[in-house]
């Protein structure tokens, strides 16, 4: 199907069937006439050494050329230790795909390849979490157990991700609410995806293994804004801790989102918390949309009844099938037509902004069969440049009825068969409702299903790890200083007046000791935390908000404006300068712009701005009068004298006579 769907009737219908509202538009009201709720599972990076169950360096990643060695996987599933297999697992064994990992020797070893036991836990990686615990105000664990985490999309070499609890039961304060935290857990990450296509798929193992914590949130966030408001709390949380990696890739939130009626999506791996309401919204009124398509579907026949019926097509007869293919670069060595009974209109019907249930079915296609898109076309999609003809050829080669759908599907032969089941498996599904998912977040807002939802059976003890106890001592050790608690931050925050747009920046940056630092050499907060989150977030901004910024040396710059009795707007044209020609010194700033130290009287100033006044037109306003005049001094009274004061001064009625 095209990317661009062009709306037909029956979408736009559906679309206003179902009260869509877009995201920029919709109100509280919105999301509680469909029962949107909502929770977080945030994952966070540690900032050690090495990675959490073997002696690996932590954090050092390698380009995709940059590799030693590949090893070659398949997976396939196995029987729990309840005698059921699990659905994940035979999905992703119907894929047939051959996972690649490709190996840097300085980042990997024997044990994220799964041909070793784990090391015993890292200790350094382990205090950091617990740290994080105390500031979550969680209680904590007195025994951790560490257990195995089913991974069956290749992500992780063994198939399973080794992870442990450490606190439950914790809460956040959001200012307008609170919301509580189920559980924090220490686990290892998984391998950076680099391809995905048709049955390959390959992975880099430089970030296997690297320590992270995952913070749950219970499900108690009901509309997007309070998603994004909770995702963004708890990331600074962890950053004010000064325990966590930063930087694209170390923070990934999943989203986890339901409405009345429906059941548990996953969101995974969204790693920019702007996303979050975008795709929430969107995810919800997906589910709503689909819940309308499940009541249209029971009332016109029954999952138990309902079966499709197919048949190959001549590829000779359909050359425009055919050309899709080849223009794409895409294989066409069979084509099928498909007789979907009782989905008239169903298949045009909304789901998301630009796309439709076609859209789902096509979804599924890409990921469990393994065919590339574009791999559908529908005899409700009007933009293709197939005509009316085809599909009426295709209904005389198939048994339909007036109230039947269509669908073509075309790729390798060896793939085909999986693709008509996963398209019965998915429309029977239609008639359940919303399927247990998790699903791939897009740039603009929508989601593509990525596998099905693993059961809570996924997780099972790990026979290579003995538990480790924690001592009360020990846990009450771990306690960080009232100063690193984001709450209270917040609150010194607050207290100090400070800009509300400067909260993130500071914060995000572990700024709030440095700041206290300032202010004990005599500035006030509001024009401390003003400068920081204003000026010098502008300069890190220009330097593509490196991690190496040297945030030290503003310590530096505001200490030599104090030593030294300069007035305290000098600082703001010193930054400005530093912004403009990368000069990381107050000395160097003022030697550029030729500062004057002058040890002159207030007066002096004031006389020569009257005077400057005196030669301005009487048309001329007041105000307008005062700001020329002091433009024309500013360079020479900026840092000996205060202009604030006298501009107050020049503006006075004494003044004037």
């Given amino acids: 199907m095209n990317k661009d769907l062009i709306k037909n009737q029956n979408y736009l219908q559906s679309k206003e069937k179902i009260g869509y509202v877009s995201f920029h538009e919709a109100t509280p009201e919105d999301y509680r006439r469909i029962g949107f709720k909502s929770g977080l599972e945030v994952h966070q990076q540690l900032n050690s050494k090495e990675k959490l169950f073997c ?300 796309r439709d249930f076609c859209s789902e079915i096509s979804d599924r296609l890409k990921v469990i069969a393994c065919i590339e898109k574009p791999n559908i076309v529908s005899s409700e999609d009007i933009n293709t440049d197939l005509s009316p003809s085809v599909f009426k050829q295709v209904k005389e080669a198939l048994p339909s009825n007036d109230n039947d759908a269509q669908i073509i599907i075309w790729g390798p032969k060896n793939d085909i068969q999986t693709a008509i089941e ?66 209270y931050q917040m609150s010194k925050l607050r207290e100090w007046s400070a800009p509300k747009d400067t909260y993130t920046y500071i914060l995000r940056n572990n700024l709030f000791k440095l700041i206290n630092k300032v202010i004990s050499l005599g500035y006030t907060p509001k024009f401390v935390t003003s400068v920081i989150g204003h000026r010098v977030k502008h300069i890190h901004g220009r330097n593509g908000y490196k991690k190496d910024f040297n945030f030290e040396n503003i310590y530096n710059i505001f200490k030599y404006i104090a030593d030294n009795n300069l007035d305290n707007e000098l600082i703001k044209r010193i930054f400005s300068e530093i912004a403009k020609s990368g000069l990381d010194s107050a000395e160097k700033v003022l030697d550029r712009i030729n500062f004057n130290k002058r040890n002159i009287d207030f007066s002096e100033f004031l006389t020569k701005t009257n005077k400057l006044m005196t030669t301005i037109p009487e048309y001329r306003d007041h105000k307008c009068t005062v700001n020329w005049a002091i433009g024309n001094i500013a360079p020479e009274a900026v840092g000996n004298i205060s202009i604030a004061k006298l501009s107050t001064l020049l503006t006075s009625e004494t003044t004037l006579s």
Wanted: some cysteine; aromatic content about 6%; charged content about 30%.
């Fill in 422 to 487: 996963t398209v019965e498996e998915r429309c029977i599904m239609a008639f359940e409702g919303i399927p247990s998912e998790t699903r791939r977040p897009m740039p603009d807002g929508t989601t593509l299903f990525e596998r099905v939802l693993p059961g809570a059976d996924r997780m099972y003890p790990d026979t290579d790890s003995v538990p480790i106890p924690l001592a009360i001592e020990y846990i009450d050790s771990l306690k960080q200083q009232e100063e690193n608690d984001i709450d």
């Fill in 55 to 354: 002696r690996c360096p932590a954090g050092v990643l390698h380009s995709n050329e940059d590799y030693h060695a590949e090893i070659i996987r398949h997976m396939r599933p196995t029987l729990s230790e309840m005698g059921v297999y699990d659905g994940t697992a035979l999905m992703e064994f119907k894929t047939k795909k051959e996972i690649t990992y490709k190996i840097h020797k300085s980042t990997a070893c024997t044990y994220d390849i799964d041909d070793t036991p784990p090391f015993p836990i890292n200790k350094e990686a382990l205090e950091y979490a617990l740290e994080i615990c105390h500031l979550c105000k969680l209680n904590i664990v007195g025994e951790v157990h560490i257990t195995r985490k089913q991974y069956l999309d290749g992500s992780i070499p063994a198939g399973f991700q080794r992870t442990a609890i450490l606190g439950v039961n914790g809460q956040i304060d959001l200012g307008y609410k609170k919301v509580n935290l189920i559980q924090l857990s220490i686990e290892e990450d998984s391998c950076r995806e680099t391809m995905d296509f048709g049955h390959n798929r390959v992975y880099k193992t430089d970030r296997l293994g690297v320590p992270l914590i995952e913070t749950v949130t219970a499900p108690e966030l009901f509309t997007p804004q309070e998603l994004k408001d909770a995702a963004e709390h708890i990331r600074l949380l962890n950053r004010v801790s000064g325990k966590v990696r930063v930087g694209m890739g170390a923070g990934r939130e999943d989203v986890n989102v339901s409405c009345e009626g429906g059941t548990r999506v996953e969101i995974k791996g969204v790693s920019r918390n702007r996303w979050i309401p975008k795709l929430s919204h969107n995810e919800a009124f997906r589910q709503w949309a689909l819940l309308s398509i499940k009541d249209i579907l029971n009332e016109r026949s029954s999952k138990d009844s309902w079966k499709l019926s197919y048949t190959t097509l001549n590829a000779k007869e359909f050359p425009k099938i055919r050309e899709i293919a080849k223009q794409n670069g895409l294989p066409c060595e069979e084509i099928i037509a498909i007789n979907l009974p009782e989905f008239k209109d169903i298949l045009s019907h909304f789901t998301q902004p630009g």
